[in-house]
């Protein structure tokens, strides 16, 4: 229905979930005013906040598309603005054994989550969506792949019930592993490129490294996700040869990604203003938070528990096996 697309119609659940993320930047002031410095990032206390308040409250149905809206497009819009922060130069800067060792481990994880689905007795097309949940960009890779390969809509809830729980698993635990294994900033920034479902999350799991460990996460999470491109036309090819569809060019190219590239080639140029990238990158800090507690609000921990224990433990056993391979690919590559 058009109504549930009209700006009134979000604006409930923006509201909730810019209130959500101005309650984590005044948690995260506190911690600065109180303590000294940061302990909780407030991209974190954003997805803390908005699970707690998913978890003891029941949320009321007219803040559902607003809710969305902030998780998906104002996720996309401040992914968008972050390419302004990358330029090509910086990209190359990665060096083609990162870029190499990015996309065999990507193409590892995916190979290694469909094989320990299918040992748990998922079916093929479920066991293909954790796989690729896991292996790329959590829920927009499990959206991109559902579609192609004729996913049952049961499948689909089941394998993102896990994304959002399994992101802020991910974005709480890797500061602890980057004490517990010693990690450098630049290899806490690929760790976390590498096993953290999306852009803005990544920087929440980056941000203690600093920012070295930022950038560089940054750098590896868009190689990584260049990689959605790839995987679906694929996926296309294999599931569309079985029922004679094809995918379209928008469900094997997010759009978000052609404007992070579009901004990150706009920098490059030196077509932005260096008067204005300070607004932008500031600008996409205060959406990615806005996000982030969308995010948070969407978790459902019953639903999570609900889809199943071969889910979870397939989910869990392929992030279990990602985290696994990109820390031996740094090891690999001898990275500092």
């Known amino acids: 229905m058009q109504t549930l ?36 990032e407030g991209l974190v206390l954003a997805i803390l906040l908005g699970a707690a308040f998913s978890a003891l409250a029941r949320r009321h149905p007219a ?8 998780a998906r497009t104002v996720l996309e819009v401040a992914i968008v603005l972050l390419g302004a922060s990358i330029s090509v130069a910086a990209l190359g800067e990665a060096g083609l054994g990162l870029v190499g060792g ?3 481990v990507v193409c590892v994880s995916l ?37 192609v390969i004729h996913a049952e ?9 896990f994304t959002a729980f399994l992101s802020i698993l991910a974005v709480l635990l890797l500061p602890v592993l980057y004490a517990l294994f010693g990690m450098s900033a630049v290899q806490s920034g690929v760790f976390a490129g590498l096993t953290v479902y999306a852009v803005p999350q990544v920087l929440a799991a980056a941000a203690p490294a600093g920012a070295v460990g930022i950038q560089v996460g940054t750098l590896v999470k868009l190689v990584r996700v260049l990689m959605l491109g790839p995987v679906i036309f694929l996926l296309g090819l294999v599931y569309g040869r079985r029922s004679g569809s094809h995918p379209s060019f ?16 706009l920098r490059s140029l030196d077509a932005i203003p260096a008067a204005v990238l300070p607004a932008m990158d500031h600008a996409a800090g205060l959406l990615t938070i806005v996000a982030m507690a969308a995010l948070g609000l969407t978790v459902d921990i019953r639903a999570v528990m609900k889809s199943g224990s071969r889910v979870v433990a397939a989910a869990l056993l392929s992030l279990g096996f990602l985290g696994a391979v990109s820390y031996a690919l740094i090891r690999l590559l001898g990275l500092v």
């Open 153 to 161: 809509s049961r499948d689909v809830a089941a394998s993102l019930s």
């Open 5 to 40: 697309r009209s700006p009134l119609a979000l604006l409930p659940g923006i509201l909730l979930s810019a209130g959500v993320a101005a309650l984590a930047l005044a948690g995260a002031w506190a911690e600065r005013a109180w303590l000294g410095e940061v302990w909780v």
């Open 111 to 147: 190979a290694a989550g469909y094989a320990i689905g299918r040992a748990l007795g998922l079916s093929p097309r479920l066991a293909t969506l954790v796989a690729c949940g896991n292996s790329i960009c959590g829920n927009s890779a499990i959206a991109a792949a559902a579609p």
């Open 250 to 265: 928008a469900q094997m190219v997010p759009w978000f990604i052609l404007g992070f590239l579009a901004m990150m080639g």
């Open 102 to 104: 990015i996309v065999g």
């Open 63 to 70: 803040f559902g598309a607003g809710i969305d809206f902030c």
